[in-house]
């Protein structure tokens, strides 16, 4: 019998979804979550800290404009270690009202309708897509510049 040694899994890919109730409490779960995860797998204070505001922004929406009793939104991050990325994605039961484009037109004394233009300043790319049934999918994504941990010879 020739020992083996074990394979693990690989660090290349983490993932994280979370169904939240579509309220305030559960937008800021969200965030709280989001925040949590990403330390866990050793992610840059500075992409955390830009992660977290888009997550607050975009589960605000969620738990505010697409809003269905009785339906939760879905919080979802992925990170690809080899290519760099992290998605962040959030779901939710109105594909009806999809966001409008970031505008900077907006008065200045408006208390609301700032939140996407903070998410275009913060990601790298965002969009939406159909969430099937009957919602959307808003996603964003930053680019995440990870340290190569390989040991090096001759160091």
């Not at 760099?84 to 999809?98: E, K, M």
């Not at 996407?116 to 939406?128: E, F, I, K």
Request: charge should be positive.
């Amino acid at each position: 019998m020739n020992p083996t040694t074990p394979q693990l899994p690989s660090a290349a890919a983490h993932s994280f979804s979370q169904l939240l109730s579509s309220t305030r409490r559960g937008a800021r779960l969200a965030r709280l979550l989001a925040a949590g995860e990403l330390r866990a797998w050793g992610v840059s204070p500075s992409v955390i800290d830009r992660a977290e505001h888009i997550v607050a922004e975009l589960a605000a929406n969620a738990a505010l404009h697409g809003r269905v009793p009785g339906r939760s939104f879905r919080l979802a991050l992925a990170l690809d270690v080899t290519a760099g990325t992290l998605r962040i994605a959030v779901s939710d039961a109105r594909g009806d009202r999809l966001p409008a484009p970031a505008s900077t037109a907006r008065p200045e004394e408006a208390e609301s309708g700032r939140g996407l233009l903070l998410v275009t300043a913060l990601a790298d790319r965002w969009d939406t897509a159909p969430y099937p049934p009957s919602g959307k999918t808003v996603w964003a994504e930053l680019d995440v510049v990870l340290h190569d941990r390989t040991p090096r010879p001759g160091r």
